[in-house]
């Protein structure tokens, strides 16, 4: 399999000196570790929120760092949690003293190495908070977690965690607004090819030209169901009832969703699919505050996409839609 | 050499010890892993262990508690996933209790912080074919013998290890209920569990250390009865 790499081994190190560069203004990386964090790090008197895990993901998650989101981002090797005291560091380097609101995804690595550096600093006097995020409803549990995966709908929770940090909110506030997020949303994707991690190769599992995979997660892992080929109409829907059965919503809710690419697939093929997400919401009565389509959170060069539907009430409005200067998000 | 510094440098050695342990058993470990796992137990400890040894090596002016605390840190960043957090997380941590050295109970105090440290952060208990079936009959063994049968530490010491035998073999049987190897299924029934192993791997390293620090040979036991508290073994 053809990639555009030097070395599986310092391909994560690469990358972030690539990101540095381009964004030269916004982000910078902290000596000797693979942690970003935003160039104006600590910010004075602001809750810090934090995220991190494996690379393969991107824009996620250094691509949220700047006004309005992350402060700090660790990059894990592909598919693979950062360690400990790659967190701790974030964590030193972007408190200001007003505490750091850790975003979690759940899987078992990332919440037991984000869980040790908590409770490190912690030990150091830091003040901190997290938040677990589960949005993925098509498993209980995965090869990789207990309990739902963390998937897109935690860029949602960048987004609102952010915007109520910079407002000035306290430690307290930025995680309660978390947690509303992580309790009014849901995911679920597909994909139409494996991906190709560096260091393997080859595809991390095999999948037929007529087959598709229903209910996958971010890590090459196959998912739930194999079917065969569908429509984009059929997946859309397949994918949609899936969500709104777990989140159960009421007519004339107003939700924010995410059309989000895998790494390989054209937006061409993003917005026929949003094109029929809002048709069935509509058919619903649930209403579309806004509507973002795009690559998000992806796995590398999968071709697949994710449907996320979060709730929204006028306080998860006014927070998605506040200001965000990120290098893969812009709200003005 | 005072004892301080003499109980430092057979920190020390235990460590290094540890390290060429695990590399010798490093095929073993991910065998193991490889049957109900994602096979890179054996790897990732032998990388972190060995960094380890380098790491406590080059202490200016080691003591109990500092090599402890060095071992965790370098398998906190080393060993990665979720061995890095419990091996090196917990051993970070408990290696608190050993601030005024190392004492019969200031070793029991260290087993049991670095226990609870992987209860709270695996939320495994005994029965779900996981280190803890080890850990657990280990910890509760090595405490009832200083404390109420009053051995001498090596001696306990040498109990505990034998319960951790009895755990890893426990792990064989039975259905896994946590970690990677419980979604397996009953296809985990019949291996021994990776985790449970490199436990009883590491402790049967500090047992032999320790001897070899008090120059005296390991203590034969009687391994017929390890404790657990009660309420802790599952029946399903």
Not at chain 1, 36 to 41: E, H, M, N, P
Not at chain 1, 174 to 188: D, I
Not at chain 1, 270 to 287: S, T, W
Not at chain 2, 112 to 133: F, N, P
Request: aromatic letters at 4%; charged letters at 25%; one cysteine or more.
């Amino acid at each position: 399999m053809k990639k555009l790499i030097n070395d599986a081994e310092t391909v994560v190190d690469e990358m972030l000196d690539g990101m540095v560069a381009a964004y030269p203004d916004t982000v910078r990386r902290l000596p000797d570790t693979q942690v970003l964090v935003r160039d104006s790090a600590p910010v004075d008197d602001k809750v810090a929120v934090v995220s991190g895990g494996g690379s393969g993901h991107e824009p996620t998650h250094a691509g949220y760092l700047g006004e309005g989101m992350l402060d700090g981002a660790a990059a894990g090797e592909v598919f693979t949690s950062p360690t400990a005291d790659e967190l701790e560091a974030m964590v030193d380097a972007c408190d200001s003293g007003a505490g750091v609101l850790l975003v979690i995804k759940n899987y078992e690595g990332d919440v037991m190495n984000f869980e040790t550096a908590g409770e490190m600093v912690e030990m150091e006097g830091t003040e901190v908070a997290e938040v677990v995020v589960d949005d993925d409803v098509a498993v209980e549990d995965s090869l990789y977690t207990s309990g739902r995966r963390g998937v897109c709908g935690t860029i949602l929770v960048h987004k609102a965690a952010g915007a109520k940090a910079a407002e000035g909110a306290d430690l307290d506030e930025v995680q309660r607004v978390a947690h509303k997020v992580v309790n009014n949303v849901g995911t679920m994707g597909m994909a139409l090819t494996s991906c190709v991690t560096p260091e393997k190769g080859e595809p991390t599992f095999d999948l037929g030209e007529d087959e598709i995979e229903l209910g996958i997660g971010i890590h090459g892992e196959p998912g739930v169901e194999r079917t065969e080929a569908m429509s984009a109409d059929e997946i859309t829907e397949e994918l949609t009832e899936a969500v709104l059965d777990d989140l159960e919503l009421d007519a004339g809710q107003e939700v924010v969703t995410i059309v989000n690419g895998m790494g390989g697939t054209p937006q061409m093929e993003l917005f026929v699919v949003n094109r029929r997400l809002q048709e069935l919401l509509g058919e619903r009565d649930i209403e579309t505050w806004d509507a973002w389509v795009g690559d998000y959170m992806t796995s590398l060069d999968m071709a697949g996409c994710s449907i996320t539907v979060c709730a929204v009430d006028e306080e998860l409005k006014a927070l998605l839609g506040a200001p965000a200067e990120t290098p893969a998000l812009t709200v003005r | 050499m005072s004892p301080e510094s003499d109980a430092a440098a057979a920190a020390v050695a235990a460590v290094e010890n540890v390290a060429d342990r695990i590399e010798t058993e490093r095929e073993h470990l991910t065998d193991l892993d490889s049957a109900i796992g994602d096979a890179d137990h054996g790897g990732n400890m032998a990388r972190g262990w060995q960094a380890a040894a380098e790491a406590v090596t080059d202490l200016d002016s080691p003591t109990v508690e500092a090599v402890v605390k060095t071992a965790g840190k370098t398998l906190l960043s080393e060993v990665g996933g979720a061995s890095g957090p419990l091996y090196g997380g917990s051993l970070v941590f408990a290696s608190a209790e050993l601030s005024d050295g190392l004492t019969a109970e200031s070793a029991v105090a260290f087993a049991e912080t670095y226990l609870e440290k992987v209860q709270d952060r695996g939320d495994a208990k005994v029965g779900d074919k996981t280190m803890i079936d080890a850990l657990v009959p280990a910890v509760h063994t090595f405490k009832k013998s200083v404390e109420t049968d009053d051995l001498p530490p090596l001696d306990a010491l040498a109990k505990a290890v034998a319960a951790a035998e009895h755990g890893v073999a426990f792990t064989v049987p039975i259905r896994a209920a946590k970690g990677r190897a419980s979604y397996l299924g009953w296809r985990s029934v019949g291996h021994q569990d990776p985790g449970a192993t490199s436990t009883l791997y590491i402790m049967e390293e500090l047992l032999a250390t320790a001897a070899d620090h008090l120059d005296q040979v390991v203590p034969s036991v009687d391994a017929t009865s390890p404790t657990i508290p009660d309420g802790e073994a599952t029946e399903e």
